[in-house]
Nanobody, 118 residues
């Protein structure tokens, strides 16, 4: 079965950096676009970043543009999120996500906590 396992979360001060990883298994990784989402306490889950299956196209939420970078290593079935210049409002649980188009299925990781203190 498909599994997405995030790691790399933690606690940092504002202005610091973290690098999240998501290890995928149970799928042909290079055939899937990959996303990062996040959910802050009391808020809905929101899109953060996406990378196309080939790695040559990315897009970001406006709130993280210029600070976060999504990348992938198809040989290691891993997607990364480099987060720089972190702000307290980046505090959330970060989730790895992908979708199989047909038959449609949606996959989420268990999430990794990121806490940014001011």
């Amino acid at each position: 079965q498909v599994q997405l396992v995030e790691s790399g979360g933690g606690s940092v001060q504002a202005g610091g950096s973290l690098r999240l990883s998501c290890q995928a298994s149970g799928l042909t990784f290079g055939n899937y676009d990959m996303d990062w989402y996040r959910q802050a306490p009391g808020k809905e889950r929101e899109f953060v970043a996406r990378i196309k299956r080939s790695g040559d196209s990315t897009n970001y939420a406006d709130s993280v543009k210029g600070r976060f970078t999504i990348s992938r290593d198809n040989g290691k079935s891993t997607v990364f999120l480099q987060m720089n210049s972190l702000k307290p409002e980046d505090t959330a649980i970060y989730f790895c996500h992908t979708v199989r188009v047909f038959p449609r299925a949606e996959y989420w990781g268990q999430g990794t906590q990121v806490t940014v203190s001011s």
